[in-house]
């Protein structure tokens, strides 16, 4: 299955869900969704999640899966981290602009 | 797992020479890192090479063994501690005060090579002919054309080896720290200074000790 595109090819801007599909019954939803802040990150990023909940939040267990260092994956984490609250900030603004 | 995670678009063996701490860290940093210093000691023992300060190495007197590794040790620990400090007040993040000091110490492992290339008596016997010529510059150099060649070549030996000292321990800091940009180089640079004159400081005592 393709990947779910997030950003806007053309102007870079957030996308929005405005139609859901049941493949099974064909009908078919309309509407405008924002996306779920997870959903905003890398599949990458996302995988990693993943991985780490599945290793219950362990950096350990996390490096020893990833036969990294175990510095090297909090500083991945770090990183998601840092995206994820800026994500939010993005999503508050956008919030607070709309109620304008 | 998705092996996708960290993209690892690099050469493996040049991520493995110059930033082995993505691979490696804590304990298991320190125990290799730990035995390097102490093999530096030995090997270093054998040509009379000392490691007088961080970033020092130079042929120098006979001593005893344990000076050697006295030197090791105090030159990993006077870096290892500055950085710690350095890396407490730039951090953004917490981190593992045992990945500093394990990763420094693997950070060390050049020196083996600089100790390797200071091991042939040529290296001595062109020192002390160049510290004879100091104090007397009108004494004509006596050496042989094949110490001058060992000698040269142990000096390129010596000097690559610092530089990538060097850069494993920037690597070192800014992996265990999680320090990135000017913020992690500037205060690399600050911190090895420092350590570098603390560690002149703390081996000064143990020189005056064999030198009686």
Known sequence: MSQLPVQCPACKEQLKVKRLVCENCQTQVEGLYELPL??????????????????SGSLKDMAALMKLSYPTVRNRLDEIIDKIKQ?????????????? | ?????????????????????????????????????????????????HFDGVLDMHPGPVAPLWLFFAEGFID???????L????????GTSF?????????????????????????????????ELLKMAQNPNQPLSLQPVDI???????????????WMVVLMYRAYAV?????????????????????????????????????
Do not use: H
Not at chain 2, 3 to 22: C, D, G, S
Not at chain 2, 24 to 44: E, F, M
């Open chain 1, 38 to 55: 997870l959903v905003r990150l890398e599949s990458e990023e996302q995988a990693f999640l993943i991985d780490f909940l599945k290793c």
């Open chain 1, 87 to 100: 994500l939010e900030k993005t999503v508050a603004k956008e919030a607070k602009e709309k109620s304008k």
């Open chain 2, 1 to 49: 797992m998705n092996e996708q995670v960290i993209p690892l678009k690099k050469n493996r063996l040049i991520i493995w020479m110059f930033n082995p701490f993505m691979y490696i860290a804590g304990g298991q940093a320190l125990i290799i890192g730990l035995l390097v210093i102490v093999t530096t000691g030995l090997i270093g023992s054998l040509g009379n090479v």
């Open chain 2, 76 to 82: 990993w620990l006077s870096l290892a501690a500055v």
């Open chain 2, 84 to 91: 710690l400090v350095a890396g407490l007040i730039m951090k």
């Open chain 2, 96 to 128: 593992r005060f045992i990945d500093v000091f394990g990763t420094q110490a693997l950070a060390r492992w050049p020196m083996l090579l600089s100790a390797a290339a200071g091991l042939p008596p040529a290296n001595q016997r062109v020192t002390d």
């Open chain 2, 149 to 163: 060649a060992v000698f040269a070549a142990a000096m390129i030996v010596i000097l690559i080896a610092l530089a």
């Open chain 2, 176 to 212: 265990s720290c999680n320090l990135r940009g000017a913020k992690a180089i500037i205060s690399f640079i600050a911190a090895l200074l420092i350590a570098e004159v603390a560690s002149k400081f703390a081996l000064w005592p143990l020189f005056k000790i064999i030198s009686k």
